[in-house]
């Protein structure tokens, strides 16, 4: 059974750093896309980073490069999301979602939440300004 469990959300000032974990179980990473997404009120959800290790394909949304960290601890079955230089505007709740690459086409990885069949609880980040 696949599952995902994310941690790490909080509030921060503008400016601010979190860093996101998605702990997962029930698959092998290595085939496998891991997405973070994220939820405002009243917005849809969009994709934030994404990453398939197979082809190390990694996608960042033009708001948080540079600023947004994706990566993968294989030995401790956990991908982060170190978001550093926080806005108000990346208050959300984040969640990190799972699927097989090869369906999700890996140039579109984080292109549609819907895709993905596998999802965490989502965790709340809140940035103040």
């Known amino acids: 059974e696949v599952q995902l469990v994310e941690s790490g959300g909080g509030s921060v000032q503008t400016g601010g750093s979190l860093r996101l974990s998605c702990s997962h179980s029930?698959?092998?990473?290595?085939?496998?896309?891991i997405g973070w997404f994220r939820q405002a009120p009243g917005k849809e959800r969009e994709g934030v980073s994404c990453?398939?290790?197979?082809?190390?394909?990694?996608y960042y949304r033009d708001s948080v490069k540079g600023r947004f960290t994706i990566s993968i601890d294989n030995a401790k079955k956990t991908v982060y999301l170190q978001m550093n230089n926080l806005k108000p505007e990346d208050t959300a709740v984040y969640f990190c979602?799972?699927?097989?690459?090869?369906?999700?086409?890996?140039?579109?990885?984080?292109?549609?939440?819907?895709?993905?069949?596998?999802w965490g609880q989502g965790t709340q980040v809140t940035v103040s300004s």
């Open positions: 029930g698959f092998t990473i290595d085939d496998y896309a």
């Open positions: 979602a799972a699927d097989d690459p090869y369906f999700l086409g890996y140039d579109r990885l984080c292109e549609r939440a819907d895709d993905y069949a596998y």
């Open positions: 990453i398939a290790i197979y082809d190390n394909s990694t």
